[in-house]
């Protein structure tokens, strides 16, 4: 049985993260803030109420809504401009697994016009079936909605998540799915997930060498 492996985006694939806290840093100078990247990096991982609320925290409730579209839309701004924004060895490690025949799945908290132009910026758009994205669940990530809802589009066949945060981690495991964790931006290794690798090319080796996946 071929199995699927899920991946999340912003920080698994791609290093949209460090686009994030850059553009994170520039609109809080707009409002006339001083922040630094470190300020900003709680919110690698976060999404929901979590996130609104250290954003309240950083920039004030009444300029949050303003700060998180101009976040978002500078990142986006230099994705169509062409920055480099592919984390080294994602495409080649999604090449390999589809020539080994795995299944490939997206799940990321990220909104569905955002994650449009990431997918057509890096090729991947048909890369990955299904998709699901934070426009087709009402909570977020470390919610496990959008893994269980995940599981209802799936085959009767093994499936195993990517994941590079702890809120990830947890939302996987919270839908009884093994994960995988590649840490990211300032990402401790969580020692729940299944296993932990230090590189995404690490990845079919690891799949290939436990046999509930190969």
Known sequence: MTATVIFDLDGT?????ALYLKSNVK?????????????????VGSAGPSEAKIIADLVGADHAAWFQQF??????DQIRSGADFVLPGADKTLQTLDQMGYRLALATSSAKHYVDVVLAATGWVKRFDPILTGSDVTAHKPDPEIYHVM???LPETPAIVIEDTHVGVAAAEGAGL???????????PDHKA????????????WLQSHPAFA
């Open 151 to 153: 599981k209802t589009k």
């Open 71 to 76: 976040s978002t839309q500078d990142v986006l």
């Open 178 to 188: 093994p994960v995988v964790m590649i840490p990211g931006i300032g990402q401790a």
């Open 194 to 205: 299944t296993a932990i690798l230090a590189a995404i090319t690490d990845l079919p080796d």
């Open 27 to 43: 609109a809080a100078a707009v409002l006339g803030l001083h922040r630094t990247e470190a300020d900003f990096r709680p919110l």
């Open 13 to 17: 694939l791609v290093n949209t993260e």
